[in-house]
């Protein structure tokens, strides 16, 4: 039980520590959601009754995590999760009548424009939002003065400065690796486009570590946990926070 424990850490991330750790791994699609929601809603400005879009949502902790903690209405849309799967996570965790599942694709987003007060997305938006046209399609769905929210993979450095991936990222995920940028060019990317106004791009302070700690406690209990996560744990290990860490990024639309 001692890895599950470790994801129990009340004096860094107190609201994430009132969560069952076995529910949260039980529902695992990428490393530590919790504590880079809870992190990155210090540079937000969540109210109660607002609508907020998730933005790959895996299958719902941080839907749960944003109506529970915020009071906030949640469109919880992800590509890979069925929308009734999602649906059950939410009613047996009692906020059925906060968030509503929608099977989507991050670039037909079914929604009206202008219809949403925040759009959040934790450990997802490297998998599509890195291309240059798509911050100005995402925010036509933010009503004005509306929030965006970012958790992502990063690195210390550009890969293109450095020439090559590392050998041990690269060895573990390979080419994604070059979708892990610093915080420094997410802000440019974002702020070129005039359509935002960028409020924080910061690394996560050991998110290395956080991430460590998560992929022990699922390669301890996930059903082939240590063939999943082993290569990760090693390749955390040998980095040691060089390279490896999560952006958070936030920021409002013009």
């Not at 609508?51 to 903690?69: H, M, P, Y």
């Not at 694709?105 to 490297?126: G, K, N, R, T, Y």
Request: aromatic share 12%; net charge negative.
């Amino acid at each position: 039980m001692t890895a599950l424990n470790d994801l129990v850490r009340p004096d860094r991330y107190p609201r994430s520590s009132r969560y069952d750790p076995a529910w949260l791994v039980g529902l695992d699609m990428g490393p530590n959601p919790l504590w880079l929601l809870e992190d990155l809603a210090r540079d937000l400005d969540l109210r109660p009754g607002m609508r907020v879009l998730d933005l790959g949502s895996g299958k719902g902790a941080t839907s749960v995590f944003l109506a529970r903690e915020y009071g906030v209405h949640v469109v919880a849309a992800d590509w890979w999760v069925p929308a009734q799967d999602a649906e059950a996570v939410f009613t047996q965790a009692g906020v059925a009548d906060k968030v509503q599942a929608v099977r989507t694709e991050a670039h037909v987003l079914p929604f009206d424009e202008e219809s949403f007060d925040a759009i959040v997305s934790i450990d997802a938006f490297e998998y599509f939002g890195t291309s240059d046209n798509y911050l100005p399609y995402l925010v036509r769905f933010l009503r004005p003065g509306g929030q965006l929210g970012v958790a992502t993979p990063a690195m210390t450095r550009e890969v293109r400065d450095l020439g090559a991936i590392p050998p041990h990222i690269k060895r573990v995920v390979g080419w994604e690796a070059i979708a892990w940028h610093t915080p420094q060019w997410w802000r440019f990317q974002w702020e070129i486009t005039e359509l935002v106004n960028v409020t924080s791009a910061r690394l996560q302070p050991d998110a290395w570590q956080d991430w460590l700690l998560w992929s022990r406690a699922c390669a301890e209990h996930r059903p082939d946990g240590a063939k999943a996560n082993q290569p990760v744990i090693d390749m955390l290990t040998e980095d040691g926070g060089e390279y490896l860490s999560f952006a958070l990024l936030t920021a409002r639309k013009n």
